[in-house]
């Protein structure tokens, strides 16, 4: 496991760079492993097909940002052309997709590069080396794109290089360092767009309000389960199995001076007040509800009725 950076630097990821990553993830692994019918076809004129499959490809790129002071911001990303057989990256193709986006964002700086993968591997210190002339502390943002449902925080690790002396050698190897996700007011519509997008199937305002509803249950039921470990921690505080900590029982008390504000005659009487508007809101949408639902059974029986009185010489209902 890679050790700690020590250099003290504070890094922001943008979701912008982790969204590029994970959609050049996407695509290459989607055009590398075709469908069941395509790899059918292909191999009916070829017996090479399964030995092309890649069920984990790799993809390269460069992050670019900014670094002010002892902060490293990292905007954007864009991909890189990586070549197997030398395990290099092609320069010609760096410098061009560079002096490009040095047009559009004259103030954005190549910061290190991207990968994917489960962890740092050694034969990513050469392509990281190959990138000192660019950058000469280059970072190395790798996203490891295996589904791991039991894992909380981001599958993204950001590291960066630090000479090391092992066995009187001195040798250049990667230290993993912290990061917090930064974002601007586009970036937070385009996520929060993407999270309330519809089903492909059009699902319909139930199935939104069922997502939104579940969203929240999940939300009440994770603090519910925190609250619940904190009073537990309390009580074998109380009981001695664990000894006290003067620093979180302070943490604990500025925490729980919040509620009392909640049991207030004012937010008790404010919270009926809204309970029974909307409950009142929801007895008009029933009657409203019931109200059409007679008014097209009396069309309709208008309808049929006044179909009938034509023949036997009867009046309408109403």
């Not at 990667?174 to 917090?180: D, E, L, R, V």
Request: hydrophobic share 40%.
């Amino acid at each position: 496991m890679a050790p700690s950076s020590s250099s003290g630097l504070t890094f922001k990821l943008h979701p912008l760079v982790i969204v590029n990553i994970s959609d050049h993830y996407t695509r290459v692994k989607t055009q590398l492993n075709p469908p069941p019918s395509v790899c059918a076809t292909e191999n009916a004129s070829s017996n090479n097909g399964e030995a092309m499959l890649q069920p984990n490809p790799r993809v390269y790129g460069c992050v670019i940002g900014v670094q002010r002071g002892r902060t490293v911001e990292i905007f954007n990303s864009f991909e890189l052309l990586f070549d197997p057989s030398t395990e290099t990256l092609d320069r010609s193709f760096l410098e061009k997709k560079q002096e490009l986006y040095k047009k559009v964002f004259p103030d954005f700086y190549v910061l290190g590069w991207y990968s994917t993968g489960s962890d740092a591997e050694e034969s990513d210190m050469l392509i990281h080396k190959a990138l000192m002339d660019i950058n000469e502390s280059p970072v190395y943002v790798l996203l490891n794109p295996a589904i791991n449902h039991a894992q909380k925080d981001l599958p993204v690790t950001i590291y960066e290089s630090e000479l090391h002396v092992i066995d009187g050698i001195p040798l250049l190897i990667f230290a993993h360092t912290s990061y917090t996700i930064e974002t601007v007011e586009a970036e937070r519509i385009s996520v929060d767009h993407v999270a309330h997008l519809k089903p492909s199937d059009g699902g319909s305002a139930a199935t939104q309000l069922a997502a939104h509803l579940t969203g929240i249950h999940s939300a009440i039921k994770m603090l519910n389960s925190r609250i619940r470990v904190l009073h537990q921690y309390l009580a074998a505080m109380e009981k001695g199995d664990i000894p006290c900590e003067n620093s979180l029982l302070r943490q604990v008390s500025s925490l729980l001076r919040r509620l009392p504000a909640m049991e207030s005659e004012r937010f008790h009487d404010n919270f009926l007040m809204e309970y029974n508007d909307k409950l009142l809101v929801t007895y008009l949408a029933m009657i409203t509800n019931c109200t059409s639902t007679m008014n097209e059974m009396v069309d309709k029986f208008n309808i049929a009725y006044d179909r009938n009185a034509r023949r036997g010489g009867r009046t309408a209902f109403m």
